[in-house]
């Protein structure tokens, strides 16, 4: 093969192969949540099925809303509120650490699947429920966990279990607040 034949049939893999790496890299942020870089509800959904399939004696789902979080954009705004979506995800990041999964489902609710999560429940209320820091304020920061294990399902499956987190999640709001005494 000569050189003008050979350049001629590298053009269109090299454009193959850059077109396909934009779409993989597009992808990719398209399941990933700008503010917090936690998993999109598409990122979250295989990943998070692949867990509660394969270890369903172990693995639960957990909602988390947080409380009272209009009123934090409303008197600190959007950058303040910004700060607090963050401090959440971090807080979650942590406490999945290399066993579970966290999403932001959209606006100030967040999903997880980990495992061995009802033992290690208190730890996570205690760590959503501190206050964040910002811009020399202390924002607060409240949420309400609701807890779903898998093994207590008739049959494992992540939207039933979606649905019995955000069940229990609501058990436990008075008001639209969460409730103290847990």
Not at 46 to 57: F, V
Not at 58 to 85: C, E, M, P, Q, W
Not at 125 to 145: D, E, I, K
């Amino acid at each position: 093969m000569d050189l003008p034949t050979a350049f001629a049939a590298a053009v269109p893999l090299i454009g193959w192969t850059t077109h396909a790496t934009w779409l993989n890299r597009r992808l990719a942020t398209s399941r990933r949540d700008p503010l917090t870089g936690l998993h999109t509800r598409d990122g979250f959904t295989a990943r998070a099925h692949q867990l509660t399939q394969r270890r369903p004696d172990r693995a639960s789902v957990l909602l988390i809303d947080l409380d009272d979080f209009k009123a934090t954009n409303d008197t600190y705004g959007h950058a303040a509120g910004d700060a607090v979506l963050t401090a959440t995800a971090d807080r979650l990041s942590a406490w999945c650490g290399r066993t579970g999964i966290a999403a932001r489902l959209g606006g100030d609710e967040f999903a997880v699947v980990a495992l061995d999560a009802p033992e290690r429940l208190p730890e996570l209320r205690t760590a959503l429920n501190q206050p964040v820091p910002y811009a020399g304020l202390t924002l607060p920061a409240f949420a309400s966990v609701g807890i779903c294990p898998v093994a207590e399902l008739p049959v494992v499956s992540l939207t039933d279990a979606l649905s019995s987190a955000d069940r229990d999640m609501y058990a436990h709001k008075r008001d639209g607040r969460t409730t103290r005494r847990r």
